[in-house]
């Protein structure tokens, strides 16, 4: 499994960007996937995943509202679109695929497919 990560860039504070990850492999619509940010000299943090079929996602609170996580099984390709981005969601965005088949976790220990990141600067 193989996981590219694009969209990333800089943006305004307010503004929006929509980040994409294309994944390889037949195992993409059987896993949930998940996003994961990491800020300088920070831990890297969970920030949404979503189920196979799409009808189940979970945000960390601070993206409530403001993120949204949506995935193309047709095109093995998981999206998450940045609305009212606020300087503290400047970050490396990684997208990741689990482990197991049908099976949830925020924990970065349970994904073991990472794509490259990509930057996101929001500035003030």
């Known amino acids: 499994v193989q996981l590219q990560a694009s969209g990333g860039g800089l943006v305004q504070a307010g503004g929006s960007l929509r980040l994409s990850c294309a994944a390889s492999g037949r195992s993409f619509s059987i896993c949930f996937m998940g996003w994961f940010r990491q800020a300088p000299g920070k831990e890297r943090e969970f920030v949404v995943a979503i189920s196979p079929s799409g009808g189940r996602t979970d945000y960390v609170d601070s993206v409530k509202g403001r993120f949204t996580i949506s995935r193309d099984n047709a095109k093995n390709t998981v999206y998450l679109q940045m609305n009212s981005l606020k300087p503290e969601d400047t970050a490396i965005y990684y997208c990741?695929?689990?482990?197991?088949?049908?099976?949830?976790?925020?924990?970065?220990?349970?994904?073991?497919?990472w794509g490259q990141g990509t930057q996101v600067t929001v500035s003030s």
């Open positions: 990741a695929q689990t482990r197991r088949a049908y099976s949830y976790s925020d924990s970065a220990d349970d994904y073991d497919y």
